[in-house]
């Protein structure tokens, strides 16, 4: 159990310190821990990098919030942070330690900042929302600077994962951004902009974060735009992230999404923002037809 208190505290002293890390893909953050550390570790380092280090390695003051949040580990005399922390627009925001190997893990890396991007890009072309939900919230992330680009709505943050919760509620107020932090899977009904980065993988281990079912992984955000439309106010808008399997040039998971929204009579426009991403994986069985995993943005207009 993690307490939130000494947590906010601690993102509120790296702000006055000016740190940032932008979170890497998880190849690349292994890669880059297998180099050895030829210095005393920097706060990028404990934070972002995720490093162990001495008690005499950290300042006094971050030591003590660390423990007395209880984000804090020790293996053969060394101490490692239980909490990561990233930068995005202005903002950090705690998520999980690395390897994020846990069901529960809450994950940050290029995928969020491709969402975020998206997000905002799309929400000033829209009227401004009195309401707005974050599916599948994580960190809490995409919700809270959306929220910031769209003139500060009522905000809603959804996921299954209690830790998520707690960790976006922290984040919240860092931001200083009210929200409702909502444990559950449930569209609340008559909201007017729903966004979702669902998981998207197939997931032998089965993590909250990234295991998205069948349908080469895209079953849930199919599932979630599918109870979006339903719950959605009377022209309100779904801005759907997803990475979708494409087969022979075709990626069944749009296929889908275009049926549903064309039996609802809704607009679709689905643009690709990434032609291939996580191309390790297609050496498993279970891609053993898949040609590449794509990331689309995609938005949908209730009539």
């Not at 993102?11 to 890390?21: A, M, N, S, V």
């Not at 950290?58 to 003590?64: A, C, N, S």
């Not at 995928?111 to 905002?120: I, P, W």
């Not at 599948?136 to 998520?164: E, H, Q, W, Y």
Request: some cysteine; proline content about 6%.
């Amino acid at each position: 159990m993690i307490e939130g208190e000494p947590l906010l505290e601690l993102l509120r002293e790296l702000k006055t310190r000016d740190y940032r890390f932008a979170a890497v893909t998880p190849e690349t953050h292994a890669r880059v821990l297998a180099r050895p550390l030829r210095s005393a570790p920097t706060l990028r380092d404990i934070f972002g990098w995720n490093r162990h280090f001495d008690d005499d390695q950290i300042d006094r003051k971050i030591l003590e919030m660390l423990r007395s949040s209880g984000a804090i580990e020790e293996a053969d005399g060394r101490l490692r942070s239980w909490v990561r922390v990233a930068s995005l627009g202005g903002e950090l925001f705690l998520h999980s330690p690395f390897p994020t190997t846990s069901p529960d893990s809450v994950f940050f890396g290029p995928d969020t900042q491709r969402f975020v991007r998206f997000v905002s890009d799309e929400i000033r072309s829209l009227e401004s929302p009195r309401w707005m939900v974050d599916m599948g919230s994580g960190s809490g992330a995409g919700g809270i600077l959306a929220a910031k680009a769209a003139g500060s709505p009522r905000l809603t943050l959804v996921d299954v994962n209690p830790l998520a919760a707690d960790f976006a509620s922290i984040n919240c107020r860092s931001a200083d951004v009210q929200a409702d932090v909502v444990v559950g899977n449930d569209v609340p009904h008559g909201c007017e902009v729903v966004i979702a980065n669902p998981p998207y993988m197939i997931d032998g281990a089965h993590r909250l974060y990234r295991d998205g079912g069948g349908l080469y992984g895209g079953e849930l955000a199919f599932d979630w735009a599918r109870r979006s439309l339903a719950a959605l106010a009377e022209g309100g808008t779904l801005l759907l992230y997803t990475g979708a399997a494409v087969i022979d040039g075709k990626a069944p998971l749009l296929e889908k999404i275009r049926g549903l929204t064309e039996a609802a009579e809704a607009r679709l426009q689905a643009t690709e923002i990434d032609p291939d991403v996580f191309g390790e994986e297609l050496g498993r069985p279970e891609y053993g037809n898949v040609e590449r995993i794509a990331v689309y943005g995609i938005k949908v207009s209730k009539p």
